[in-house]
């Protein structure tokens, strides 16, 4: 059974880190990308943070300088280090993996107050 178990969400005053992070289990098939998207309420769920097998990152433009993304010392974990967060940040943060296909996780609450 595939599982992807996320980490970190929490409630943290703007300007403050958060380091979130994906465990992924049960998969057959070789890991190609892991990320993180996000959604914030009544918006669709957007693209944080990508990293491929080979290492390529990709970040949406609101992470840039902000957010960094890794894969954990397992080679089935990514990590996202937040910094700077600010409100615009609030919304549920889900990890992303795809291998023969795309699997989600439940979801972590992030939470930035003003």
């Known amino acids: 059974q595939v599982q992807l178990v996320e980490s970190g969400g929490a409630l943290v005053q703007a300007g403050g880190s958060l380091r979130l992070t994906c465990a992924a289990s049960g998969i057959s098939s070789s890991i190609n990308t892991m990320g993180w998207f996000r959604q914030a309420p009544g918006k669709q769920r957007d693209m944080v943070a990508i990293i491929t097998y080979a290492g390529t990152i990709t970040y949406a433009d609101s992470a840039k300088g902000r957010f960094t993304i890794s894969r954990g010392d397992a080679s089935n974990t990514v990590n996202l280090q937040m910094n700077r967060l600010t409100p615009e940040d609030t919304a549920v943060y889900y990890c992303?993996?795809?291998?023969?296909?795309?699997?989600w996780g439940q979801g972590t609450q992030v939470t930035v107050s003003s």
């Open positions: 992303y993996v795809l291998s023969s296909r795309g699997y």
